[in-house]
């Protein structure tokens, strides 16, 4: 009974030593993985970091305005260029404004047109008939 208690009792230190060697490898191996990726976090951070400083230079509004004067060659905005609601003909139902914050109209967009699931069916139909003779008839005409 001694001799097999001492062979369990080995073989259980045996175990709990293999176990503990692979354990304490295991966390050297993830010890390893962890400063790895916080040195790609550190190396990312200092991209992002020089990225934004970079973000920061192309969108200087001084930078931007000297680009605009030597390659766009922009004028001001006269004042003869701008107009009221007021100034806009009586048709202006046609034509869908769009103002800015103070009030003026800048811009016009046409009425979009009425897609044919808008309009009722016999108008959709209405409006895909196409001012062409028909297969029906062409048909007819060969035959004869």
Do not use: C
């Not at 001694?2 to 490898?25: C, E, K, P």
């Not at 295991?26 to 020089?50: D, F, G, N, P, W």
């Amino acid at each position: 009974m001694t001799r097999a208690m001492t062979f369990i009792g080995l073989f259980l230190t045996i175990v709990i030593g293999a176990g503990t060697y692979w354990v304490s490898h295991e966390v050297e191996r993830l010890e390893k993985q962890y400063a790895a990726i916080q040195s790609e976090i550190l190396t990312e951070q200092e991209s992002i970091h020089v990225l934004d400083a970079e973000w920061s230079y192309l969108n200087n509004p001084q930078r931007i305005e000297t680009l605009a004067k030597t390659y766009l060659k922009l004028d001001q905005i006269a004042t003869i260029q701008m107009a009221s609601i007021d100034d806009l003909s009586e048709d202006a139902d046609l034509h869908q404004y769009r103002l800015d914050k103070f009030g003026e109209a800048v811009a016009f967009l046409p009425v979009p047109r009425p897609r044919p699931g808008d309009l009722a069916a016999d108008e959709a139909a209405e409006a895909m008939i196409i001012n062409s003779p028909s297969l029906s008839s062409l048909s007819q005409g060969d035959g004869q």
